[in-house]
Nanobody
């Protein structure tokens, strides 16, 4: 069992930056692919970024490429999402998720993930 706790959300002006963290407990994250997803009011939860167990492969939603960076520190059991040039349309609750796998290519599908955090709110004002 893995427990995930997100932090780092908040209110920021358009063009600003935030760094989200996802701290894991219960199991070592080094065996897990990790993903970030987000859900805006009235919308479905959507994929944002994912990273494989070693950190060698990452994927991003098209409209965050070049602005967001997913990374991990397995020694600290933590995954990060650095978000730059934020836009009002990035406003959402951001969730991290974990999938037990040593697969080289991580999944972009939310249904593939086994464990979820409680989410952290990101609000970008215009």
């Amino acid at each position: 069992q893995v427990q995930l706790v997100e932090s780092g959300g908040g209110l920021v002006q358009a063009g600003g930056s935030l760094r989200l963290s996802c701290a894991a407990s219960g199991r070592a994250l080094s065996s897990y692919a990790m993903g970030w997803f987000r859900q805006a009011p009235g919308k479905e939860r959507e994929f944002v970024a994912t990273i494989n167990w070693s950190g060698s492969i990452t994927y991003y939603k098209d409209d965050v490429k070049g602005r967001f960076t997913i990374s991990r520190d397995n020694a600290k059991n933590t995954v990060f999402l650095s978000m730059n040039s934020l836009k009002p349309e990035d406003t959402a609750v951001y969730y991290c998720a974990a999938k037990l796998t040593y697969a080289t290519y991580p999944s972009r599908g939310k249904e593939s993930y086994d464990y979820w955090g409680q989410g952290t709110q990101v609000t970008v004002s215009s």
